[in-house]
């Protein structure tokens, strides 16, 4: 795919991608073995993807895009760390993607495990709490526990943190060369509900 279109456009062209994977009407572009041997001579992805490492949340699937179409990047509970961000960063300035999405999913085992830590003030042993500390705002911040706001929650506040924390980001969201969106994958019937957007001066 050609990264010469606008951030919306980019936005709008995942969007029809996932009303097609609803539809179970994918057209499964980029995956033939021409299209794999262009890829050796370098990358051109359209969007930069932070989600969750859940097996549920297969990222390309849902958008029915292919091999080299999206810079995905995940972590459990599609946590941002210092990795993440100068991940995110290489998309934006290195593979100039006009569009980074943060992306939180129903029934994500990450947020259910911090919302039992707030709840019962026991934080996970090992490792584990990495993450649970990472997501504990979302739920402090959230309206309310329902998982579902949680996730909402979560979605929007790193997304907002990706923008404060990568300096590349504001700065094409000032000039209108980025776009950034949170959004919610729900997994009974496979849709993709954006929950912020962001397209700076369009």
């Not at 990264?3 to 097609?20: C, F, H």
């Not at 097996?55 to 895009?65: A, G, I, M």
């Not at 459990?76 to 569009?99: F, K, Q, T």
């Amino acid at each position: 795919m050609s990264t010469e279109k606008t951030p919306r456009e980019v936005w709008e062209l995942l969007r029809a991608g996932n009303e097609r994977f609803v539809a179970s009407q994918e057209t499964h572009p980029h995956r033939d073995p021409t299209w794999r041997e262009q890829l050796r001579d370098g990358q051109n992805p359209i969007a930069a993807v932070v989600a969750c490492s859940d097996s549920r949340v297969p990222v390309e699937l849902l958008f029915d895009v292919g091999f080299g179409d999206i810079f995905v990047i995940r972590t459990a509970g599609g946590c941002v760390d210092a990795a993440v961000s100068a991940s995110v960063e290489y998309a934006v300035e290195g593979l100039n993607v006009p569009l980074v999405m943060f992306l939180s999913h129903e029934s994500c085992g990450a947020v259910g495990t911090a919302l039992h830590a707030v709840e019962t003030a026991e934080i996970p042993d090992g490792l584990v709490r990495v993450f649970v500390e990472k997501i504990v705002p979302s739920v402090l911040e959230s309206p309310s526990r329902d998982p579902k706001d949680v996730e909402v929650t979560h979605a929007n506040l790193s997304a907002q943190h990706l923008i404060e924390r990568v300096p590349v980001l504001a700065e094409r969201l000032s000039n209108g060369t980025l776009g950034v969106v949170a959004a919610r994958y729900q997994l009974a019937d496979g849709e993709v509900h954006p929950t912020m957007e962001n397209f700076g001066i369009e």
